[in-house]
């Protein structure tokens, strides 16, 4: 497995959560390699700092070069067909920080071998309007996503950390190449929960077994 780590890349200053999620994934079993996406002023920061890791061989960090108002769909595909990713992808793609077991739900990852995505529930409307809501049928998989939502039914939001098997990478470049005018992860998810099954993991629920 690969792993892709996307910092806030409108940020000038790096909080201590982010520093401490890279603590976290370079914990993770199995781990091949680890990209940090970051921007040009704080690059330096992140470069400075895993110095100070001792497993650092795998870690490889990018600046991000495009515009940075462009969707992280768009970045995602950059990196997987640059660097020619055809291995099963983790995805972190928020500085907030982890709450979960990244070994645990790896472990569940290569058991179910079908796309994660790890979910937060949230009385936050704000949180709820802004990132979209997911609703779960009663195996825990993916059922339906909606955006902007003003009348929250159940508060379930994504907690920015995916998990996709190699034989759905293409999925990024066939969605950037529909045309759809929603680029947007909530979408992405959407599209392909109607095609294969997406579980559903909720972290300030989730019981490692």
């Not at 609703?135 to 825990?140: E, I, Q």
């Not at 959407?190 to 019981?207: A, C, D, F, L, V």
Request: one cysteine or more; a positive charge; proline letters at 1%.
């Amino acid at each position: 497995m690969e792993l892709i780590f996307i910092t806030n890349l409108t940020k000038t200053k790096i909080n201590q959560d982010c520093l401490n999620n890279i603590k976290r994934i370079v914990m993770i079993d199995d781990i091949n390699k680890i990209y940090i996406i970051t921007n040009k002023k704080t690059y330096n920061i992140f470069n400075n700092y895993i110095k100070e890791i001792k497993n650092k061989s795998n870690i490889l960090i990018l600046q991000n070069k495009k515009d940075k108002s462009n969707k992280i769909i768009d970045l995602l595909n950059d990196i997987i067909t640059s660097n020619k990713i055809k291995d099963d992808i983790m995805i972190i793609n928020s500085c907030d920080k982890i709450v979960i077991n990244l070994n645990g739900v790896k472990r569940y990852f290569d058991a179910l071998k079908k796309p994660v995505i790890i979910l937060h529930k949230t009385n936050n409307k704000k949180l709820i309007k802004k990132y979209g809501e997911y609703y779960l049928n009663d195996d825990g998989f993916i059922k339906s996503f909606r955006e902007h939502v003003s009348n929250s039914k159940i508060g379930i939001i994504s907690a920015g950390i995916y998990i996709f098997p190699k034989d759905s990478l293409f999925w990024f470049g066939k969605f950037l190449k529909s045309g759809s005018d929603k680029l947007n992860f909530g979408t992405l998810i959407k599209k392909i929960s109607q095609k294969r099954k997406i579980r559903g993991i909720i972290e300030n629920e989730y019981i490692e077994k």
